[in-house]
């Protein structure tokens, strides 16, 4: 699959960001449901974005 990023040849690739470690046990929790459920798939694309986990104010745990 090819992704069309706009006019300019290199792909657009965010580097990663560090995952406090109190966080890091519901992010992997929600990815790995994410991945049962396929609402994600891995990848080995060139293009790439951050999750951004962001505590609530219930204290539950959203990803951007």
């Given at each position: 699959?090819?992704?069309?990023s706009g006019?300019?040849?290199?792909?657009?690739?965010?580097?990663?960001?560090?995952?406090?470690?109190?966080?890091?046990?519901?992010v992997?929790?929600q990815?790995?449901?994410?991945?049962?459920?396929?609402?994600?798939?891995?990848?080995?694309?060139?293009?790439?974005?951050?999750?951004?986990?962001?505590?609530?104010?219930?204290?539950?745990?959203?990803?951007?």
């Amino acid at each position: 699959q090819r992704i069309n990023s706009g006019p300019t040849e290199n792909p657009i690739k965010q580097g990663a960001r560090r995952i406090l470690l109190h966080l890091l046990q519901e992010v992997n929790k929600q990815v790995n449901g994410m991945l049962k459920r396929d609402v994600i798939k891995p990848s080995n694309s060139p293009l790439a974005s951050p999750v951004v986990p962001v505590r609530k104010n219930d204290e539950s745990v959203l990803l951007h």
